[in-house]
């Protein structure tokens, strides 16, 4: 997983890079720019896919992780225990809202900031209903917040 995240940030920082000296530099249009990000989101999502299901902690596992058009979408399944889905729903969705947020603004900025945007999708491991979504672009990161 680190070797697949590290291919992927060349190949954003590569994207990203200042033409060296004496190379006029060449603006790609925002047509190229997408189709590019269509290509990255969908190479990260075959890799990290290779590796999966994987346990995030004690309570959760990401099962997937779908890739369409310019946004990574990361499926997960939470043991909620003895809780029913629509307590976790009521209950916990403000709290792992802003947990969520903040570490996806941190973990995935260079994606972030290749306009490539993440939604984390968590469903019940019991009902497999969906519980909450969370989609994220760098606009909701503080850093990127207007004053």
Do not use: W
Request: glycine share 4%.
């Amino acid at each position: 997983m680190k070797k697949t995240l590290f291919v992927l940030s060349c190949l954003l920082m590569g994207t990203s890079l200042l033409p060296a000296e004496g190379i006029k530099k060449q603006e790609l249009p925002v047509s190229q720019l997408q189709k590019q990000n269509r290509h990255i989101v969908k190479l990260a999502s075959e890799e990290m896919s290779k590796t999966l299901p994987q346990t995030v902690d004690k309570y959760t596992r990401l099962m997937k992780v779908e890739g369409k058009d310019t946004t990574l979408t990361y499926v997960f399944e939470i043991n909620t225990g003895a809780k029913s889905d629509e307590a976790v729903r009521k209950e916990d969705r403000t709290r792992m809202q802003k947990a969520v947020t903040k570490g996806i603004c941190q973990s995935s900025k260079r994606f972030l900031d290749a306009n490539i945007d993440i939604s984390y999708l968590y469903n019940s491991a019991a009902s497999k209903e969906k519980l909450f979504q969370f989609d994220v672009s760098k606009d909701n990161c503080p850093e990127n917040k207007a004053d």
